[in-house]
């Protein structure tokens, strides 16, 4: 089996024989440069695998060679060597195409790990495997929905950070997961954090992990989520969300590739990709002093923005099918199937709350209709302007006279509120008809198969 090759572009010695002794030692072949011209020339008549090049050279610049290999040697991985803290070098190069960044002086480990993730990269190039499945897990045939998928694999070959932008449901955790999915690091772990679910105090130890005895209640070691991706990704949900306190310490783990747990006398190297995403404008965020630009900028090396669904309304149709064909799989019910009406009402509305709306209102909808044709009554859209509910709409809430309606508290989310007052009137229906289902169904005003839908979703026995 022929041997993998590295070259290694850098005007130190020191740092060339360091490289080539430590890359030796992996099993791989490696040829060394000390300017452009000569690491041009190698790249001429040999082909390599990986390339680590310095950032300044005598005849030029690293970013000229990493320019070269993206434009003429594409499906091979190229890591810029920077000065220690050196970060805007390091941004730079991720954008230019660098595959990741190694500060000097070298971490052995880290070098180590960063070999490992580009040279199965470099495989996986080669034998064109990179593209089978993102088109199956990425609904639409838009041609915005074609520029993401091309998008997401081209960032799956990088290490470079990606900022995913979007409104509220337009599935950006999802692209995370093809991002990481199709890259070299899909073997290991992807760990997704909502940033605005973790308490603040909290935050350090969930982050990097703490030692026994480190705080009250700390009873045993427990490890951070960056240790639980080691050699994967870590997926910053709402990262707009964190406070600016552990915005600092982030951006200290991203540059230096290692924690210190909370109580821990020394530092835990990591290898993790960074992947982040919120529904809020991070640069406007940026300007008012609520998230640190420095972390802005380290985070948003390469930034993937997730159209809303009324910029495609074209996939409408097809994403009603395959939601449909899950909700029948799930239910084990008849798959629902939309008029033409239906689909025309779906293409004109503004869907506010995108895919994930679409996947509530096609759930109701299926519950509501009679039959399993879908008529654009049984979606009851939001009108644009406020109007009356419809009886459809307020089914279950008009129960009976005697249902007293309990305060709406103000902490209360609606969507609880409205849930209670469901559940009240359902269980009353169900005792004044003896438990009889289809008695309690008519006396709501509702078909058995929409009660049906509701006892499960409010989880009645």
């Known amino acids: 089996m022929t041997k993998q090759s590295v070259l290694v572009v850098d005007d130190e010695r020191d740092i060339r024989e360091l490289l080539t002794i430590t890359l030796g030692r992996m099993d791989l072949e490696v040829d060394a440069a000390s300017n452009v011209s000569e690491a041009t020339q190698l790249l001429g008549e040999n082909t390599y695998d990986l390339c680590f090049t310095d950032m300044r050279l005598p005849d030029g610049s690293g970013q000229d060679l990493i320019e070269l290999i993206s434009e003429k040697y594409p499906d091979m991985p190229v890591a810029m060597i920077t000065a220690y803290g050196n970060v805007d070098a390091a941004v ?85 997961r093809l991002i990481h999915d199709q890259g070299p690091r899909a073997g290991a772990s992807f760990v997704p954090v909502n940033c605005g679910a973790i308490p603040s105090e909290l935050m350090e130890s969930e982050f990097f992990g703490h030692k026994k005895g480190s705080f009250t209640g700390a009873h045993a070691d427990k490890e951070g989520l960056f240790q639980s991706a080691h050699g994967g990704t870590l997926f910053l949900d709402e990262v707009a969300e964190l406070p600016l306190h552990m915005q600092v310490k982030l951006l200290r783990v991203i540059q230096e590739k290692a924690v210190r747990p909370i109580g821990g006398r020394g530092e835990i190297s990591v290898d993790v990709r960074i992947l982040s995403a919120t529904h809020k404008n991070l640069a406007h965020l940026v300007e008012q002093g609520h998230f640190r630009q420095d972390l802005f900028y380290r985070i948003n090396v390469i930034e993937l923005q997730i159209p809303p669904l009324r910029d495609r309304d074209d996939d409408v149709r097809e994403l009603t099918g395959v939601i449909l064909s899950r909700l029948a799989a799930d239910t084990g019910e008849p798959k629902g199937k939309l008029t033409e009406a239906a689909i025309g009402a779906l293409r004109n509305y503004s869907f506010p709350g995108n895919v994930r709306e679409l996947e509530n209102i096609l759930e109701r909808a299926l519950a509501m209709c009679e039959g399993n044709d879908i008529e654009p ?66 006396k709501l005003g509702i078909t058995f198969r929409a009660l049906r839908y509701k006892l499960k979703k409010l989880d009645i026995d």
């Not at 960063?114 to 609904?139: C, H």
């Not at 859209?381 to 009886?391: E, I, N």
């Open 92 to 176: 730079n190069a991720l954008k230019a195409g660098a595959f990741d960044f190694v500060s000097k002086p070298v971490d052995i480990k880290v070098l180590r790990n960063l070999v490992q993730t580009a040279l199965k990269l470099s495989e996986e190039r080669r034998s064109g495997g990179e593209t089978t499945t993102i088109s199956g897990r990425l609904i639409g045939s838009s041609a915005a929905m074609d520029q993401v998928r091309n998008t997401i694999t081209k960032l799956a070959r990088s290490q470079a950070p990606v900022y995913i932008s979007g409104e509220s449901g337009t599935g950006k955790e999802l692209a995370a």
């Open 377 to 442: 009554d049984d979606l009851m859209l939001p009108a644009h302007a406020p109007r009356p509910q419809s009886p459809s709409r307020i089914e279950v809430e008009r129960t009976t006279e005697d249902v007293p309606l309990p305060p709406h508290k103000s902490d209360q989310p609606l969507d609880d509120y409205i849930s209670n007052l469901e559940r009240e009137a359902i269980m009353k229906a169900l005792e004044e008809t003896r438990y009889n289902k289809t008695a309690a169904a008519r």
